[in-house]
């Protein structure tokens, strides 16, 4: 059974920084990439960024790329996002999930995700 459990949302002011943290279990290198979706308030959710757990490819939504960095560490088993130089409309709920793809887009087809975990960026 997969499961995705997210930490480390928060309040921050434009332009700070903060890390998210997916712990995963039931997920195996090679299974699964795991990636971030985000909601906002009144919006579909969007795509955010993907990682596969078993070499170095990414993906990353226009909205975030050079903002975002998405990381694994397999032996934690947890995926992280360091989110830089953030802006009040990255405001939303963030979820870990799975699958989710490298290079199609727009991907909107994650079966698990976690309780997810809520980023408010005040201006």
């Known amino acids: 059974e997969v499961k995705l459990v997210e930490s480390g949302g928060g309040l921050v002011q434009a332009g700070g920084s903060l890390r998210l943290s997916c712990a995963y279990t039931g997920v195996t290198a090679g299974d699964y990439n795991i990636g971030w979706f985000r909601r906002a308030p009144g919006k579909e959710r969007e795509a955010v960024t993907c990682?596969?757990?078993?070499?170095?490819?990414?993906y990353y939504s226009t909205s975030v790329k050079g903002r975002f960095t998405i990381s694994r560490d397999n032996a934690k088993n947890t995926v992280y996002l360091q989110m830089n130089s953030l802006k009040p409309e990255d405001t939303a709920v963030y979820y870990c999930a799975v699958p989710c793809s490298t290079w199609y887009e727009p991907w909107d087809e994650y079966d698990i995700w976690g309780q997810g975990t809520q980023v408010t960026v005040s201006s």
């Open positions: 990682i596969s757990l078993d070499d170095d490819k990414t």
